[in-house]
């Protein structure tokens, strides 16, 4: 089991505010850290937590937890 550990931000559609972002990735697979950093550059720089997490799991697969605070409001989200 690999696990791939990343913090990332990304600006929030309705208000335009930063969110920071705690990105975990199990996988029994090999991904290669620049595919996931530009990955994230590229296609996470704005949006829903929810939407980036399902994003983030079609791409990278595995068991991943991401988890960021919005404005007060914890939201962690699980995809296996």
């Known amino acids: 089991m690999n696990r791939y550990s990343v913090k990332f931000k990304c600006i929030c559609p309705n208000n335009k505010k930063t969110i920071s972002y705690d990105l975990v990735i199990e996988t029994d697979e090999m991904i290669m850290v620049e595919e996931l950093t530009q990955h994230i550059k590229d296609r996470c ?4 937590h929810e939407r980036i997490a399902d994003d983030l799991f079609s791409s990278f ?3 991943q937890y991401m988890i960021a ?3 007060g409001v ?3 989200t699980f995809r296996k």
Do not use: D, T
């Not at 720089?45 to 829903?48: A, F, M, P, R, T």
């Open 61 to 63: 697969g595995g068991e």
């Open 74 to 76: 914890q939201i962690e």
């Open 45 to 48: 720089s704005e949006g829903y």
């Open 69 to 71: 605070n919005h404005h």
